[in-house]
């Protein structure tokens, strides 16, 4: 029987920025397709820009419309912008994000499906140039992915910590910017996810 694969994310799973291929989700999906031949449908649900409060609103229709087996959610990066140099509140609040966090896994796990959430990856501040009128910074990363990983044990929903592994990587040569990997970033997404499916049989 036909397994229906869904992506809840952003513009890093949606692919930006990978010159090569369509994103870690579109290798991911071929990584699984030769894995079990025929078992498998995609449907990338990510859209750029969004946010966890746009996630949910767009997972009302998108994952509401059809019966998934699996629910891939990456997504937060989004939530974390500031004015660079600023100390000022997040423009989205600790508290909205948390809101929307469990509406979103609780709206998820009413359909049934398989969830898991994977974590924010690291930002390569000193790519934000100095006229860069926004910026993100890792600390905020780190509380936000504990935030997360909260919520998901709450909620009983699988959480992919990769945070502390990209960390400690040349993010260099695996970035195209400050937020999107390039083609080898979502090439070792893929490969990271794929192993991670595997090792909980959800393959």
């Known amino acids: 029987m036909l397994k ?11 692919g930006f920025y990978d010159a090569e291929d369509s994103g870690w ?4 999906g071929r ?14 649900m990510a859209q750029f820009g969004d946010n966890v409060a746009d996630a949910y609103n767009r ?9 998934f087996d ?10 974390l912008r500031r004015r660079k140099n600023s100390d000022l509140q997040l423009d989205f609040s600790e508290g909205a994000r948390i809101m929307y966090w469990q509406k979103l896994l609780s709206f998820l796990q009413s359909t049934g499906a398989k969830i898991v959430v994977t974590d924010l990856l ?6 934000y140039t100095e006229d860069a009128s926004l910026t993100r910074y890792n ?27 990209w960390k400690a ?17 979502h090439q070792l997404l893929a490969e990271e996810i794929f192993e991670f499916l595997q090792n909980n049989s959800l393959l």
Do not use: W
């Not at 990587?169 to 970033?185: E, F, I």
């Open 169 to 185: 990587r040349d993010l260099q040569t695996l970035y195209q910017d400050a937020t999107h990997p390039a083609a080898a970033g």
């Open 139 to 165: 600390s905020d990363v780190v509380r936000y992915n504990e935030i997360i990983r909260d919520i998901c044990a709450t909620y009983k929903v699988l959480f992919f910590a990769r945070y502390d592994k």
């Open 25 to 28: 989700v579109a290798r991911l």
């Open 70 to 79: 699996l629910i891939i959610v990456n997504i937060g990066i989004n939530d």
């Open 4 to 14: 229906l694969i869904g992506i809840v994310g952003d513009s890093i799973a949606h």
């Open 59 to 67: 997972a009302l229709h998108e994952v509401g419309s059809r019966k």
């Open 122 to 127: 690291p930002v390569v501040e000193e790519k």
């Open 31 to 44: 990584m699984m397709i030769q894995a079990k031949t025929g078992e498998y449908i995609f449907n990338n």
